[in-house]
């Protein structure tokens, strides 16, 4: 079945360490985005990316980066310059970036990051 | 900015009750809004999608309406069941950065048996 997978599920990192989540979708879909969710809180967009090899900051960039190099993956790095990652992270993906006409986005099951 | 607003932040109800979630956005320049339901330490589900040049839409015993010139949405739920317990979140789908989904804070609902 097509979907969206992300790992590790649980993530634990040590002040000054760079961490990466992956995110694959097998759903062939042109735009993915990853966002970031605080416990009790909705999700805030971190990064989007329309196509491969393209990507633009969302609201929360800062701290974080990432990378479109094949269609189906696209993995965030947390750098150390994020004072506060501890959160759940989300990738989401739609089929492309400007087709509205009903297609849901379609979301992992989330990362859990803490930092120890 | 478009902000979205979700009411109550949490609710509880005996099985079998009606009940409706209410969420309200400041904008009315949306695409679509949508309704997700997350279930404890999981991703995100989508409910129900309404166009903007949509009223409603119906999925079993789940109905949204959206009413953009007020800037709300209310998800109507019938007859719930325990397994309905979940937080239900609602999002406006706006014209850039990208199509971004803006989230409300979601409901978290309980239904006990």
């Known amino acids: 079945d097509g979907g969206i997978t992300q790992s590790p599920k649980y993530l634990f990192r040590k002040e000054g360490q760079n961490v990466t989540l992956s995110c694959e979708q097998n759903?062939?879909?042109?735009?993915m985005y990853w966002y970031r969710q605080d416990p009790g809180q909705g999700l805030r967009l971190i990064y989007y990316?329309?196509?491969?090899?393209?990507?633009q900051k969302g609201d929360i960039a800062e701290g974080y980066s990432v990378s479109r190099e094949k269609k189906e993956s696209f993995p965030l790095t947390v750098t150390s310059a994020q004072k506060n990652p501890t959160a759940f992270y989300l990738c989401?993906?739609?089929?492309?970036?400007?087709?509205?006409?009903?297609?849901?986005?379609?979301f992992g099951e989330g990362s859990w990051l803490t930092v120890v | 900015k478009q902000e979205v607003t979700q009411i109550p932040a949490a609710l509880s109800v005996p099985e079998g009750e009606n009940l409706v979630l209410n969420c309200s956005f400041t904008?009315?320049?949306?695409?679509?809004l949508q309704w997700f339901r997350q279930d404890p330490g999981k991703g995100l589900t989508s409910l129900l999608l309404?166009?903007?040049?949509?009223r409603e839409q119906t999925s079993g015993r789940l109905n949204a309406s959206l009413d953009k010139s007020s800037g709300r949405s209310t998800l109507y739920i019938a007859a719930s069941q325990p397994g309905d317990s979940a937080t239900y979140l609602c999002?406006?789908?706006?014209?850039?950065?990208?199509?971004?989904?803006?989230f409300g804070q979601g409901t978290e609902l309980s239904v006990k048996p």
């Open positions: 904008d009315s320049a949306i695409y679509n």
């Open positions: 999002a406006v789908q706006i014209y850039n950065q990208g199509g971004k989904l803006i």
């Open positions: 989401a993906s739609i089929p492309r970036l400007t087709d509205f006409s009903g297609n849901t986005i379609y």
């Open positions: 309404i166009q903007s040049s949509q």
């Open positions: 759903l062939n879909h042109d735009a």
């Open positions: 990316s329309q196509i491969v090899n393209d990507f």
